[in-house]
């Protein structure tokens, strides 16, 4: 229902940690506006409310969507939870849906979730926000104009794991590499019991004396090698495999004729080039690192306008957020076989869980 003022109206599921980034993007935001806070737990909504001068806060998303009618739904949940809250809010006839990383915990899940939304012609969208930032979009630009030559290698490193980290890096390899279709992944990973001694890590809960991370088992470092349809490789190195002194989500293409390097989210500058006619690392001018709140209100903005023009055309589309999980899915599969794996994978179930419960992971 949108709002007096012309805004479509959007609700936000999850009050913690990204919820926070959310609501101050939908104060940003020239399309959309905020309408009401949901979390099981009522003080994490309350808390976020009393921040943003919001008065309605529900416990219960189905209350809330039935009493507020809302155009778009924002899933800050935990990533157990992405599928069945998306049904729902498809279900209950919402225009748009903002999932946050990564889209569901399989395949399967992330197929039933893109088929709802079809069913009820739901806009849904995946938020990998990096590939529409300007560091990434002018790397895009430099890698088509031949300014580094051939690509032969996209690497990227960060810490935290594949599934909730790592899903940032392979968007935005994908994206990189033209969003190329992959031919064979090969990955492995490595997992220790929980130290009672050291910090567990952010989001992580101790199960069993195992690391859990949003409902999924997680891993301490993970590493993959895949090829695109066209050739170019990828590597990824995650967790305790990250190149050490590496900022956070940290980019570097190669090409015969040079590299492009984007050294993490926060360092300044954003992007560096080297040629043989730079004599050494040259910033990119104009690639400062932006505010991620103003970054998502320029995709709640997107979001808006292809909800308003009935059109499909936003960079973080649900197939984007599909494809990124195929592959992450495929390093798990990989580990779980010692194998390498091709694409499309035929595994529609979460291989860490395969692995946990069977004693190997």
């Known amino acids: 229902m949108t709002s ?34 949901c979390d099981v737990d009522r003080q994490v909504a309350e808390a976020l409310a009393h921040a943003h001068g919001q008065e309605a806060v529900y416990t219960d998303m189905a209350r809330m969507l039935a009493e507020l009618r809302p155009d778009i739904v924002t899933l800050g ?17 919402v225009k748009g849906i903002l999932c946050e990383k990564p889209m569901a915990k399989n395949l399967a899940e992330a197929r039933r979730m893109i088929d709802a939304c079809r069913e009820s012609g739901t806009h849904l969208i995946v938020n990998h926000q990096r590939r529409t930032t300007l560091p990434l979009r002018r790397m895009r630009e430099l890698i088509v104009d031949g300014a580094i030559g051939d690509v032969t290698l996209i690497r990227a490193s960060c810490p935290g794991d594949i599934l909730t980290d790592g899903t940032h890096a392979i968007d935005s390899m994908r994206y990189l590499a033209g969003d190329a279709p992959v031919d064979w992944v090969f990955g492995n990973v490595y997992r220790t019991p929980v130290d009672p001694a050291k910090p567990i890590g952010k989001g992580c809960v101790d199960v069993g004396g195992w690391r859990y991370r949003h409902g999924c088992p997680i891993e301490n470092g993970g590493f993959a090698l895949w090829q695109f349809a066209t050739g170019v490789r990828a590597e990824l190195l995650c967790g305790e495999l990250r190149i050490p002194g ?6 570097t293409v190669f090409g015969d004729a040079g590299e492009l390097w984007r050294p993490g989210d926060a360092r300044d500058p954003n992007l560096l080039l080297r040629t043989d006619a730079t004599g050494g690392w040259k910033p990119v001018q104009g690639c400062a690192p932006e505010d991620t709140a103003d970054t998502f209100a320029a995709n709640y903005d997107r979001l808006a306008r292809d909800i308003q023009r009935g059109v499909s055309e936003h960079p973080l589309a649900a197939e984007n957020g599909l494809r990124a999980l195929e592959i992450i899915m495929a390093i798990y599969e990989s580990a779980r076989l010692r194998s390498r794996v091709s694409l499309p994978l035929d595994q529609d179930e979460l291989p860490t869980d395969i692995m946990a419960r ?4």
């Open 4 to 37: 007096r003022h012309g805004r479509l109206r959007a609700v936000i599921v999850g009050c913690g940690g990204i919820g926070k980034t959310h609501a101050r993007s939908l104060d940003r935001s020239e399309a959309v506006e905020r309408a009401g806070l």
């Open 77 to 93: 949940v935990p990533t157990s939870a992405h599928a069945a809250l998306t049904v729902q809010a498809a279900q209950a006839g």
């Open 246 to 251: 590496r900022g956070y989500q940290d980019y």
């Open 358 to 361: 069977d004693g190997t992971f």
